[in-house]
């Protein structure tokens, strides 16, 4: 007895099944992205992209590398641990720039930017130093007193 | 070749790295970065947070994030039955209910506070960095994933835009970006960190209340920290692994 006899539709049902699984993989081939699955269910070059992102904030080892007196000066006074893009705002352009002297940061506005830290405020931490600025200054920018990179008047900070 | 002063400061380290593979003739291992090396995380010091806004603003210049939406924002709480619910100061009141503002994200600073009685404290809030995140685990395509540095990203050229992980996230920290129409978030400045350099939040933060910290050096300061402190993560009951810890977190903070 002949088990196959009569089981041509089958064999024909089989080969549809295996060309339709080969075409899934040869598309899959081309869908799926090269790096898929290098480190997990996800595209590893993905990593490498994101990475590649232009940075903005040189950092202040950088700024220091060339601006060492302004460092200096500033880690003897009680602004030591601000960074400089802290005040001085994103200068990877001026600092990756083949001449640095090109593109001049602009000078912050004391008035502006002393009072976003120190305006007093219930809020803030009680040992954080703050004042009023109306009645400490009477609108008088902050730098005609206070030294930024070295702001304590007993400190030679007061020109 | 004209190479400036700053550059070779920049490229001096990288090159000693890089000679150990050259010398064992192997230069194409050189790593500037090695992934299995770190496992990011973010320490944040409430008691020294002003909420001067200034992480908000490098965050928005230095990963380009559109007005109105925040990778990272400022929370201004004010719990004011603080001194009555407990003359001794201790613990607040689990069932105060705080005052939480953040006005554009605390991007340009908050109001100022007249009310002296209560209790202030701002708290930063970012993508929490989860080890077992549940925003990765909802993506249908993939485009989201756990780094094997242990920072939460999204693939922005796979991503479908479906808006799932930005309702699966439970610290609310991902958006839909109004442009690209996929999903953003905090990439711990992924850009910075594989050059050595802090997160652009870090670098701006002027009283070092925010921290990038690495829980695989050995001799990064987090490890004293995590000891000396009491530290938390937000909503530790859902169990996401959240990896940014908290000095000093009030009970109140969700």
């Known amino acids: ?159 | 070749m004209n190479i400036s002063r700053r550059r070779i400061l920049v490229l001096l380290p990288a090159a000693a790295v890089a000679w150990k593979y050259v010398l064992a003739g192997t230069p194409e291992e050189s790593p500037n970065y090695k992934m299995s090396d770190h496992w990011w995380s973010m320490l944040i010091d409430i008691p020294k947070c002003i909420g001067c806004g200034n992480c908000v603003r490098a965050c928005q210049t230095e990963n380009d994030v559109p007005d109105g939406n925040f990778r990272t924002w400022v929370e201004r709480y004010h719990i004011s039955d603080w001194q009555m619910t407990n003359p001794l100061g201790g613990m607040t009141n689990p069932m105060s209910d705080p005052q939480v503002i953040s006005p554009d994200g605390g991007k340009e600073g908050f109001p100022v506070a007249t009310d002296e009685s209560g209790k202030y404290f701002f708290v930063p809030k970012l993508c929490n960095h989860c080890a077992d995140s549940p925003c990765t685990q909802v993506c249908p395509v993939g485009a989201t994933f756990v780094s094997p540095d242990g920072v939460v990203l999204v693939d922005q050229t796979y991503c479908l835009g479906c808006a799932y992980c930005v309702q699966a996230c439970p610290y609310g920290c991902r958006y839909i970006h109004p442009v690209k129409k996929v999903a953003d978030k905090c990439t711990l400045c992924y850009h910075r960190i594989t050059k050595g350099l802090t997160t652009a939040c870090c670098e701006a933060c002027p009283t070092g209340a925010r921290q990038l910290a690495d829980l695989k050096n050995p001799k990064d300061p987090i490890h004293e920290f995590l000891k000396t402190h009491s530290v938390q993560v937000l909503k530790p009951q859902m169990a996401t692994g959240a990896k940014v810890f908290y000095n000093d977190l009030d009970g109140s903070v969700r």
């Open chain 1, 1 to 159: 007895m002949n088990v196959f006899k009569d089981a041509g539709h089958l064999f024909r049902f089989a080969g549809l099944f295996v060309l339709a699984f080969l075409v899934f993989l040869v598309v899959r081939h081309f869908v799926v992205p090269k790096s898929f699955g290098q480190y997990g269910h996800y595209r590893g070059n993905a990593i490498g992209e994101i990475a590649a992102h232009p940075v903005k904030f040189a950092g202040h080892e950088t700024c220091e590398a060339c601006h060492a007196d302004v460092a200096e000066t500033k880690n003897k006074g009680k602004h030591a641990h601000v960074n400089c893009e802290a005040c001085h705002g994103a200068q990877n352009k001026h600092a990756s720039a083949d001449d640095p002297s090109t593109v001049k940061p602009v000078l912050p506005d004391t008035t502006v930017l002393c009072a976003r830290c120190h305006t007093a405020s219930a809020a803030k931490p009680k040992g954080f130093p703050q004042v009023v600025p109306a009645d400490h200054s009477n609108g008088l920018p902050c730098d005609t007193c206070h030294k930024p990179h070295s702001p304590a008047m007993d400190a030679g900070g007061a020109k």
